[in-house]
Nanobody, 123 residues
Framework: QVQLVESGGGLVQAGDSLRLSCAAS????????FGWFRQTPGKERELVAA????????SYADFVNGRFTISRDNAKMGVYLQMNSLKVEDTAVYYC????????????????WGQGTQVTVSS
């Protein structure tokens, strides 16, 4: 079992930056994928970015457009999402997710989820 705990969300103004953190604990694995998703009311969770635990980002959503960076720290069992130039439309609950396999594009590919952290961007 893997436990994921997100932190770092909050209320910011458009143009500001936030760094989300995801602390993983429990069963560790050398392979697999971590992803950041986000969700707004009435919409499905959408992938923001994904990274292989062994290294190397896999994917960024088109809406990221170079503003966000996903990274991981194997020693600390942490995955991070640096978000710059935030926009009002980035307002959502952000979730960290983990998958021991190789698929990463869909929320259904992920086995483990954190509880989510709210990001609110005001104009």
């Amino acid at each position: 079992q893997v436990q994921l705990v997100e932190s770092g969300g909050g209320l910011v103004q458009a143009g500001d930056s936030l760094r989300l953190s995801c602390a993983a604990s429990g069963r560790t694995f050398s392979n697999g994928v971590f992803g950041w998703f986000r969700q707004t009311p009435g919409k499905e969770r959408e992938l923001v970015a994904a990274i292989r635990w062994s290294g190397g980002s896999l994917s960024y959503a088109d809406f990221v457009n170079g503003r966000f960076t996903i990274s991981r720290d194997n020693a600390k069992m942490g995955v991070y999402l640096q978000m710059n130039s935030l926009k009002v439309e980035d307002t959502a609950v952000y979730y960290c997710a983990a998958n021991r396999g190789f698929r990463y594009l869909s929320a259904s590919d992920y086995e483990y989820w954190g509880q989510g952290t709210q990001v609110t961007v005001s104009s």
